[in-house]
């Protein structure tokens, strides 16, 4: 993650929130960003988060602006160029998109964010194989990424490796915190049930016979 001084930590609270959290969540931490920016005078990240609040209320187009003058004042800001080639996404320029996200990687090869987005677009586009490498790297760097195995496990299973797939959803499981998260949480034990049942059907079992319910007189484990 890039360094920011105090502004570090909020920047990952925000990031938080942008996968885990709300709408409301996020804009009021980028806000909240923005005003310690502007108290400290620090230019590069007053246009970082004036470009999040843009990117957020999905004004794409403003939000570059934004980015762009963040990377001429931080050149080495990865986060500001992923973010860049997220709205990039959004307004349909895919091939540029990876321009910057590969320049992202160039000037902060160790933010793990980069990575995992560009996996994101790669799996999307049908680059399944791609998108796995980028999301193993993105897992080197942040081993306990719960939305990356989530986005691993997607890719796993384009590729019909549903053993993979779902190896890496009971992963994000082990991952997401208790007691949060709860839609995303079922999301996930839907898909689990749901690979389940696909890999015995590929065995040609069902899963009743696989999974026969206790009857009377036996004993359950």
């Not at 230019?43 to 970082?48: D, F, R």
């Amino acid at each position: 993650m890039s360094k920011h001084g105090d502004l570090t930590e909020l920047r990952l609270r925000l990031d938080e929130a942008i996968t885990y959290g709300t709408h409301r969540e996020a804009v009021k931490l980028a806000k909240e960003g923005l005003r310690q920016a502007g108290e400290r005078d620090l230019k590069g990240e007053i246009e970082y988060f004036k470009g999040q609040i843009e990117l957020l209320n999905k004004n794409f187009t403003t939000a570059i602006e934004h980015f762009d003058v963040a990377i001429k004042y931080n050149p080495c800001d990865g986060a500001a160029y992923n973010d860049r080639a997220l709205c990039m996404v959004e307004l349909g320029i895919i091939d540029k998109a990876f321009y910057y996200f590969d320049k992202g990687i160039e000037v902060e090869p160790d933010y793990a964010t980069i990575y995992h987005n560009k996996g994101w677009l790669l799996n999307n586009i049908g680059r399944h194989t791609q998108a796995i490498e980028s999301f193993k790297k993105a897992l080197t760097l942040e081993p306990n990424r719960a939305v990356t195995y989530d986005n691993l496990a997607d890719a796993l299973f384009n590729l019909s490796d549903y053993q993979g797939a779902l190896g890496a959803y009971r992963k994000v499981l082990k991952l997401l915190k208790p007691g949060c998260c709860r839609d995303i949480r079922r999301q996930i034990i839907a898909r689990i049930k749901s690979i389940e049942t696909k890999i015995l059907k590929n065995k040609g079992l069902s899963p009743q016979i696989a999974n026969p319910k206790n009857t009377k007189g036996t004993v359950p484990k």
